[in-house]
């Protein structure tokens, strides 16, 4: 069984950044691809990056093109998304996942950017 564990949420003004990790136990689908995910209140939950496991190819929503940035560190099975400028409509849970989403949901980060 793997374990997905999303860290690094909070509170934060527009234009701010922040960091968010997930690291994964138990059995950790090393070769595969990996991705994060948000949904915000009211609205279905969509896709944010992802990041292939042995190239490290990514691949983001359009949304966020520019301002967020995923990276893995394959020694800690740990994937991580750099947020910058970050914009009142990111505000969000954040969840990582495989990419695609094949496992359960964790409980996810909470973002909130305050205008």
């Known amino acids: 069984q793997v374990l997905l564990v999303e860290s690094g949420g909070g509170l934060v003004r527009a234009g701010g950044s922040l960091r968010l990790s997930c690291a994964a136990s138990?059995?950790?689908?090393?070769?595969?691809?990996k991705g994060w995910f948000r949904q915000a209140p009211g609205k279905e939950r969509e896709f944010v990056a992802a990041?292939?496991?042995?190239?490290?190819?990514?691949f983001y929503a359009d949304s966020v093109k520019g301002r967020f940035s995923i990276s893995r560190d394959n020694a800690k099975n740990t994937v991580y998304l750099q947020m910058n400028s970050l914009k009142p409509e990111d505000t969000a849970v954040y969840y990582c996942n495989l990419y695609p989403p094949t496992l359960g949901w964790g409980q996810g980060t909470q973002v909130t950017v305050s205008s």
């Open positions: 990041i292939t496991w042995s190239s490290g190819r990514t």
């Open positions: 138990g059995r950790t689908f090393s070769d595969y691809a």
